[in-house]
């Protein structure tokens, strides 16, 4: 039932895989994606196998070099060892209220926005600029390797309540990230309630990958989802599940396209909660400011935050399209 790897689906669909990639995608020295994937992107629907998938850009290309010393290091890491990391108490408590203050009106409604919008005031926008450049550089130094840095591409205010049921709730990789995306959560609450279970639950980067090549789940298409991972083990070993419970100040980094993952809120409570879409790269990757030329320095985090909160431009470096450095 769950057999979603259909070879007759991947050969009927195997012109339009290489047209999605040679359209979506801007060649030069290294591969940059036009626009922000999307729900419809089709790149999700590509139903090559999780292996395949793994390596469609280098299959649509075909130029791959060698991975540089400082990825090789970022792999040895235990946040790619794991595919998640959680670092408790990383951000003050009161720090956390006043970025609740400045998101969360009492009237806001949506359960997810871009946070530019709210920023209107200059005080505002520079303490946040400032916050996201400090929580960036700090995290960085404690988990990444000498030489590997983070480019953020999507900050989000996220308001998420237990109603708010949808198909992250289910076991999911994020199919249209690249190994190296990275997604920071910093929880600004803790949740509570009396039957309150706010999180999210993670299958470790070996499991996953153990799991979708035995069994061809890679949660696609979107209704073969489940909720109860057992349902898709068949019988395999016992898988061992964590549950990351949020907690106020935690920050939980992951990388969505290397771990199953599903979204937990269970009846009480809200959780309000900063998401950053990062790109993993090489000190020497210069990252594409807009559509034009590749600038002649690298920008600061600053630089690229009020890019991002102007919505000016998008990147997904790929480390297999590396300049020689
Ligand atoms: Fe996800």
Request: a negative charge; aromatic letters at 12%.
């Amino acid at each position: 039932m769950y057999l979603i790897l259909n070879p007759a689906l991947r050969q009927a669909n195997h012109g339009r895989f290489e047209q999605c990639f040679a359209s979506g995608f801007t060649l030069g020295p290294r591969l940059f994606l036009k626009q922000l994937p999307s729900q419809e992107n089709p790149c999700a629907f590509i139903d090559q196998g999780f292996f395949v998938w793994k390596s469609a850009v280098e299959q649509a290309f075909g130029v791959r070099t060698e991975l540089s010393q400082e990825l090789l290091r970022f792999r040895e890491s235990s946040l790619w060892r794991e595919g998640y990391l959680v670092a408790d108490e990383f951000v003050p408590s009161d720090i956390c209220m006043k970025l609740r203050a400045l998101l969360y009106h009492p009237e806001e409604t949506r359960t997810s926005f871009p946070i530019h919008s709210l920023l209107g005031d200059e005080d505002d926008a520079s303490f946040f600029d400032d916050f996201i450049e400090d929580l960036l550089c700090s995290w960085s130094r404690r988990y990444l390797p000498y030489g590997i840095r983070l480019i953020p591409w999507r900050i989000y205010a996220y308001q998420t309540k237990s109603e708010d049921q949808n198909l992250s709730m289910r076991w999911h990789y994020d199919l249209d990230q690249p190994d190296h995306s990275l997604f920071l959560m910093l929880n600004l609450n803790t949740p509570s309630g009396e039957f309150c279970d706010f999180g999210t639950f993670f299958l470790d980067a070996s499991q996953s990958m153990l799991l979708s090549s035995r069994t061809g789940y890679i949660s696609t298409p979107l209704t073969h989802r489940v909720k109860n991972i057992n349902e898709i083990n068949y019988g395999g070993r016992p898988l061992s599940t964590d549950l990351i419970r949020s907690k106020c100040g935690s920050v939980v980094a992951f990388q969505p396209g290397r771990v199953l993952h599903r979204g937990v809120n269970n009846p009480g409570g809200v959780r309000q909660s900063l998401h950053i879409s990062a790109s993993i790269v090489q000190d020497c990757d210069v990252p594409l400011l807009g559509s034009g030329s590749a600038p002649s320095k690298i920008p600061t985090i600053t630089e690229i935050v009020q890019a991002v909160r102007g919505e000016e431009f998008f990147i997904t470096p790929s480390p297999y399209f590396q300049q020689s450095c």
